[in-house]
């Protein structure tokens, strides 16, 4: 007599996977949203793109339609005079030629004289001099521009050097103990091993440095450029009280005027702040993964 098999109901897949349907829960399914977060990132983002949307807006308007001051009227008719006006009113290529001279130079020099001063720091902390410059550098940083702003004006003069280059020292000598406080972060990450592999190939100190530390900074370097090029391009008040010719401010100090001279142009200066918010915008696009990378590299070692 044969006795025929039958397969219990507890042995089909989805039993034996522990789920009714036969899938388990995944991470990405456990998962909730985050509604604080999205939220605070929604109003943190308006209040960019807001602003920046009410400049597009003005600066398309004409002189008429500008005068009402309604900054979310669309502009009827559109026109692009304002441009025009803003780049003759402010010689505008002169202006961008010297604020491109200050920011470009101040970028080279903050990023070449802090990590040079960081690289001497960090590979001679044994040592108290070096040590001590370093508590020394920390120090200025609490020590503000408007407190030695009078001094500064003086010595500036003395020296003739009341001149945009005069601006982009300064830029380098004020940001050189925030600078080289990150450069100092950064190059405890980098072991010490790998220089020693190539001064046993007789490589100098020099040699060191620009062929492998320099190039091994690039992520903290463009982080340190990026805040060089915004605090030197945004700049207002070190060049309107350094720089003496009148023909050589920089951008933020000649848009001054619209604040005064042509208070009624609200066109004209929002064209203006536009034209010279570009390159600061472009540049930040461009470069901003290098930030957040050069920041978390150098906290963690």
């Not at 001063?117 to 408007?146: C, G, H, Q, T």
């Not at 001094?151 to 003739?160: A, D, E, K, S, Y």
């Not at 340190?224 to 003496?244: C, E, K, Q, R, T």
């Amino acid at each position: 007599m044969s006795t025929i098999a039958t397969t219990p109901a507890s042995a089909t897949p989805g039993a034996a996977s522990g789920s009714s349907d036969g899938r388990r829960p995944t991470a990405r399914s456990r998962e909730r949203f985050n509604w604080p977060a999205t939220l605070v990132l929604l109003v943190c983002s308006l209040a960019v793109l807001v602003p920046l949307l009410v400049t597009i807006n003005m600066s398309l308007k004409s002189d008429a339609q500008a005068v009402e001051g309604e900054a979310f009227a669309l502009p009827a008719p559109l026109t692009f005079q304002a441009f025009v006006d803003a780049w003759q009113l402010t010689n505008f290529p002169r202006a961008l030629a010297v604020s491109g001279f200050v920011t470009l130079l101040a970028v080279a020099g903050e990023i070449v004289i802090s990590s040079l001063a960081a690289y001497a720091i960090v590979r001679n902390w044994d040592r108290r001099l070096f040590r001590w410059s370093f508590f020394y550098l920390l120090a200025a940083m609490f020590i503000p521009f408007p407190v030695v702003a009078l001094p500064q004006v003086q010595l500036t003069g003395i020296i003739h050097l009341d001149t945009p280059l005069g601006v982009a020292i300064l830029h380098i000598v004020f940001a050189l103990a925030f600078n080289t406080m990150l450069f100092t972060a950064f190059l405890r990450a980098i072991p010490i091993s790998l220089e020693e592999s190539m001064r046993v190939d007789g490589a100098t100190t020099w040699q060191v440095y620009w062929r492998l530390i320099f190039p091994l900074l690039g992520p903290m370097a463009a982080t340190v450029g990026i805040f060089a090029f915004l605090g030197s391009w945004n700049d207002f008040m070190m060049p309107s009280l350094i720089i003496s010719d009148p023909t050589l401010q920089t951008l933020p100090v000649l848009q001054n005027m619209f604040q005064t001279q042509f208070n009624n142009s609200y066109n004209i200066a929002f064209a203006s702040y536009l034209m010279a918010m570009a390159p600061a915008i472009i540049v930040y696009l461009l470069a901003q993964r290098w930030v957040i990378s050069g920041l978390t590299q150098g906290a963690v070692k």
